[in-house]
């Protein structure tokens, strides 16, 4: 099973950018699908994006389409979440997953997800 640990969460102002890094170890990356979800504190996790094992096939949340874009790099076994045009609602702990299932109605289904990274918490002040 794979290994997930992100990086590249921090504080921005509105409007802002932050490119959240998630990088795997420990299988065979280019087997999973990969997806990026979000918890605010006090809320339910949500799902972001996702991004199929061949990266040709992304999805994205109704909320976050046409600011945030999903990509992955096999050979270096990397997924990253570039989010533009921050708002103080993007503020929480993100998450990237990996599941061995592709398409719908899998990509956004969390339960599907078998591998967890800890998480990186993103602050978007107002």
């Known amino acids: 099973q794979v290994q997930l640990v992100e990086s590249g969460g921090g504080l921005v102002q509105t409007g802002g950018s932050l490119t959240l890094s998630c990088a795997a170890s420990g299988g065979t990356f280019s087997g999973y699908a990969m997806g990026w979800f979000r918890q605010g504190q006090g809320k339910v996790r949500e799902w972001v994006a996702a991004?199929?094992?061949?990266?040709?096939?992304?999805y994205y949340a109704d909320s976050v389409k046409g600011r945030f874009t999903i990509t992955r790099d096999n050979a270096k076994m990397m997924v990253y979440l570039q989010m533009n045009s921050l708002k103080p609602e993007d503020t929480a702990v993100y998450s990237c997953a990996a599941t061995i299932f592709e398409g719908e109605p899998y990509y956004k289904l969390d339960h599907y997800f078998g591998s967890w990274g800890q998480g990186t918490q993103v602050t978007v002040s107002s």
């Open positions: 991004i199929s094992r061949s990266g040709l096939r992304t």
